[in-house]
């Protein structure tokens, strides 16, 4: 079993950053590949950014070069930082973390979540 909490969004203006964060308890969180999924406005939920166990990541291509994925094991934690933030990003982003992974961004193959944080950008 894993817990994980999100904190870290907020509102910014368009071309702004953001830092989200996810705390993770319980389980040995090195095992786990993490990930961020967002749901916006009317729309499904998606795959944002992940990383493996090796430290490997994946980008979904709408936010490649501008969020960059990490992780610190020893602080079982997991971060997001979002540079250039476009209102299109606006929506409520999770925290996932899922063992034996393999195709990164699919949601189904992630087994324990966080509650979301919200980030709103304003054009």
């Known amino acids: 079993q894993v817990q994980l909490v999100e904190s870290g969004g907020g509102s910014v203006q368009a071309g702004g950053s953001l830092r989200l964060s996810c705390v993770a308890s319980?389980?040995?969180?090195?095992?786990?590949?993490m990930a961020w999924f967002r749901q916006r406005p009317g729309k499904e939920r998606e795959g944002v950014a992940s990383?493996?166990?090796?430290?490997?990541?994946s980008y979904a291509d709408s936010v490649k070069g501008r969020f960059t994925v990490s992780r610190d094991n020893s602080k079982n934690t997991l971060h997001l930082q979002m540079n250039n933030l476009k209102p299109e990003d606006t929506g409520t982003y999770y925290c996932?973390?899922?063992?034996?992974?393999?195709?990164?961004?699919?949601?189904?193959?992630?087994?324990?979540w966080g509650a979301g944080t919200q980030v709103t950008v304003s054009s």
């Open positions: 319980g389980d040995r969180y090195s095992r786990y590949s």
């Open positions: 996932a973390a899922g063992y034996l992974v393999a195709d990164h961004l699919r949601q189904l193959e992630y087994n324990y």
């Open positions: 990383i493996a166990t090796d430290g490997s990541s």
